[in-house]
T-cell receptor, first 117, second 117 residues
Framework: AQKVTQAQTEISVVEKEDVTLDCVYE???????LFWYKQPPSGELVFLIR??????QNEISGRYSWNFQKSTSSFNFTITASQVVDSAVYFC??????????????FGKGTKLTVNP | DAGVTQSPTHLIKTRGQQVTLRCSPK?????VSWYQQALGQGPQFIFQ???????QRGNFPDRFSGHQFPNYSSELNVNALLLGDSALYLC????????????????FGPGTRLTVL
């Protein structure tokens, strides 16, 4: 069975601090995808990144970076120089890779990030 | 190009009643997935519809049923409502048939907030 664990329930930082959100996953599949979503107070899930299990390269997009380590089954997300607008709940998710291309997503419980001015 | 839309935005029902939630997928998408997000939790997969049939189902009782119409829009029905059914119900649409080599992104709607009293 697939499982995603986000051990940090809530994190509070001061603006401009760097913050890392942890994600640990479990799966028996050899091919899978990992995701991060952002959920602002409005409720809509905003896609941030998708990672294929074959691609362990770290990725940077502006102030966001992701560290995928298959050896520790982790897919951590770092926000550099955090801003108040980064305040939201962040979800890590896992999906099998199948021929349909749109398998169900298994989500963690989320980490609520509060960035204070 | 409209994204995923859901109606209604909010809904209040009493225990034992039945409810129908509606979802219109993003233009060009043919697959609809439904998720339940209880307060403080991550979304949980309910089921997925493709070609007007339920293709995958999560661990939800038969009280939860759905339908997909020829225009790809979808309904989620919940019978005999329980207090525990109070949640944000998210609809996600995607395009099927990407094959093994890629993943078709699931785009989420803003959700329907269901309160059961």
């Amino acid at each position: 069975a697939q499982k995603v664990t986000q051990a940090q329930t809530e994190i509070s930082v001061v603006e401009k601090e760097d913050v890392t959100l942890d994600c640990v996953y479990e799966t028996r599949d050899t091919t899978y995808y990992l995701f991060w979503y952002k959920q602002p107070p409005s409720g809509e899930l905003v896609f941030l990144i998708r990672r294929n299990s074959f691609d362990e390269q770290n990725e940077i997009s502006g102030r966001y970076s992701w560290n995928f380590q298959k050896s520790t089954s982790s897919f951590n997300f770092t926000i550099t120089a955090s801003q108040v607008v980064d305040s939201a709940v962040y979800f890590c998710a896992l999906s099998e890779a199948k021929s349909s291309g749109s398998e169900k997503l298994v989500f963690g419980k989320g980490t609520k990030l509060t960035v204070n001015p | 190009d409209a994204g995923v839309t859901q109606s209604p935005t909010h809904l209040i029902k009493t225990r034992g009643q039945q409810v129908t939630l509606r979802c219109s997928p993003k233009s060009g998408h043919d697959t609809v997935s439904w998720y339940q997000q209880a307060l403080g939790q991550g979304p949980q997969f309910i089921f997925q519809y493709y070609e007007e049939e339920e293709r995958q189902r999560g661990n939800f009782p038969d009280r939860f049923s759905g339908h997909q119409f020829p225009n790809y829009s979808s309904e989620l029905n919940v019978n005999a409502l329980l207090l525990g059914d109070s949640a944000l119900y998210l609809c996600a649409s995607s395009l099927d048939g990407s094959g093994w080599s890629s993943y078709n992104e699931q785009f989420f709607g803003p959700g329907t907030r269901l309160t059961v009293l």
